[in-house]
């Protein structure tokens, strides 16, 4: 199908960018690298008079030390993330994440922060994004505010980003020397997971120090699997703590699987994910 007619802007700053939301409201949409909305548009699942694009703002691109964190502009291509040394250096699940996400053409559309945004619970950067402790930068008209992971992603496609603002940069602190390992399960190849899981590990020869993990698609928002993580912290075996991982979770079901299945999955992943970022 084509899509309704709307009016295109492109604007060249974020203030410019924010002006346009201001002026067009609840009937503007923001593009980013468009691999969400435009499949939306051709439906006509959405019809918005205004599309403002922000492909041309330059200071939403890149990625930078900022001493105890990296930061990773908004609108900054999935290759160049996956790509980038410090990422690879500072943020390694990041980089895991990435080399999983859906296939190298949208790799080179798809923009990190328009992923984020948008908010799929079956997305491959909530659950790193999450594990790391990152926080979100957003403006809006009163200026720029700073969200954590944990208050940023509400529900199902739903954000802490308010209908004036515009997600600008995510910032992750820095995890260096931490193993990471995405492990993702999916029926065919570039398919949105069934279930994934996003683990971190600091330690060394196999032992575990400190432990992050995320949870893909086991609810309506990425989730941390803290049961198994406070375990693994207070030294029980990693089998015993991964039976712990689907705890204050609420998987859905539907054709790929029952909530059941899902549970089952988050426990078999999280034992491989967590033993691949020990190095075991």
């Given amino acids: 199908m084509i899509p309704t007619a709307f009016d295109y802007v492109a604007p060249t ?11 067009h409201g609840d009937d503007a949409k923001i593009l980013a690298g468009g691999q969400s909305l435009l499949p939306v548009l051709r439906m006509r699942l959405n019809a918005p008079e205004v599309v403002i694009d922000l492909g041309k703002i330059e200071s939403l691109r890149g990625v930078r030390d900022d001493g105890d964190a990296i930061v990773i502009g908004a609108m900054t291509p999935h290759s160049v993330v996956g790509s980038d040394p ?8 990041i980089h895991r994440a990435v080399e999983h996400l859906a296939d190298e053409q949208i790799r080179h559309r798809g923009t990190f922060g328009g992923a984020l945004a948008h908010a799929d619970p079956a997305g491959d950067l909530g659950a790193p994004a999450l594990a790391l402790g990152s926080s979100f930068v957003i403006a809006g008209p009163g200026g720029t505010r700073t969200v954590p992971a944990d208050e940023f992603f509400i529900d199902l496609f ?7 603002e515009i997600l600008t940069e995510v910032r992750i602190p820095k995890h260096t020397g931490w193993g990471a390992h995405y492990e993702k399960f999916v029926r065919v190849a570039h398919q949105w ?9 600091k330690g060394s020869g196999g ?12 609810g309506s928002t990425p989730l941390r699997a803290r049961a198994a993580e406070d375990a693994l912290r207070g030294g029980q075996d990693l089998a015993a703590a ?39």
Wanted: hydrophobic share 45%; charged share 20%.
């Fill in 13 to 23: 700053t974020v203030e410019d960018a924010l002006s346009a939301l201001a002026t």
């Fill in 86 to 93: 410090l990422v690879k250096e500072h943020a390694l699940l």
């Fill in 158 to 164: 739903e954000t802490a980003i308010g209908d004036d």
């Fill in 193 to 201: 997971p069934i279930v994934a899981v996003a683990a971190t590990v």
């Fill in 207 to 218: 032992s575990i120090e400190d432990v992050a993990i995320g949870l893909t698609n086991m």
């Fill in 242 to 280: 991964a039976e712990l991982a689907d705890q204050d979770t609420n998987p859905p079901s539907d054709l790929n699987g029952e909530s059941s299945y899902r549970r089952h999955l988050a426990k078999v992943l999280t034992r491989r994910a967590v033993t691949a970022a020990a190095g075991g």
